[in-house]
């Protein structure tokens, strides 16, 4: 990559990252208003909220912030614009529009779908108590995928079985 480049990317780095710390340092001296006036119950939920806004962007902030050191430090040591996935050559039409992108184009979008698979995925039963209570239910389960009630005696001596509204096995 022409030095040249480097330099204009480098420069949208580091305004970015300025811009970050203003919005914050910025919306945290609102913030230190608001907790310095008298102010009604309701004012005092627009505080809060204005709270978990300043601290939802704060991590987000710090996020970008750490991404865009570490793209800087890459820029220092010469590994910038490679790709971390596949190790070719990152365009530079893709830095200029993503400076602080670590994947081509190909590897974002493997790795894009691979993240929404992975949501997609059913929850894992990690605690081996849970699992076991779990594997008895199966014998309840009939053929036609109801479940299977314990008998029960009536008032009137004939045994029925109980059916909970709403209960079906999946």
């Given at each position: ?41 309701i004012d ?118 109980r059916q ?7």
């Amino acid at each position: 990559m022409v030095k040249k480049d480097l330099l204009k990317l480098k420069k949208c780095l580091t305004n970015r990252r300025r811009e970050i710390l203003e919005q914050v340092a910025h919306l945290e001296a609102e913030l230190e208003e608001l907790g310095q006036r008298n102010i009604e119950p309701i004012d005092e939920a627009q505080k809060e909220d204005l709270a978990r806004v300043v601290q939802k962007l704060d991590e987000r902030g710090k996020e970008e912030i750490e991404e865009i050191n570490l793209t800087i430090d890459k820029m220092e040591s010469g590994s910038y614009g490679r790709c971390e996935l596949c190790g070719k050559s990152i365009p530079f039409k893709r830095l200029e529009v993503l400076p602080a992108t670590r994947l081509c184009r190909k590897c974002a979008q493997k790795y894009e779908r691979n993240q929404k698979m992975r949501q997609h995925l059913p929850d894992e039963i990690i605690d081996e108590e849970l699992l076991d209570e779990y594997r008895s239910l199966s014998d309840l389960i009939e053929s036609n995928g109801l479940v299977k009630l314990p008998v029960v005696e009536s008032s009137r001596g004939h045994a029925t079985r109980r059916q909970p509204m709403g209960k079906r096995a999946n």
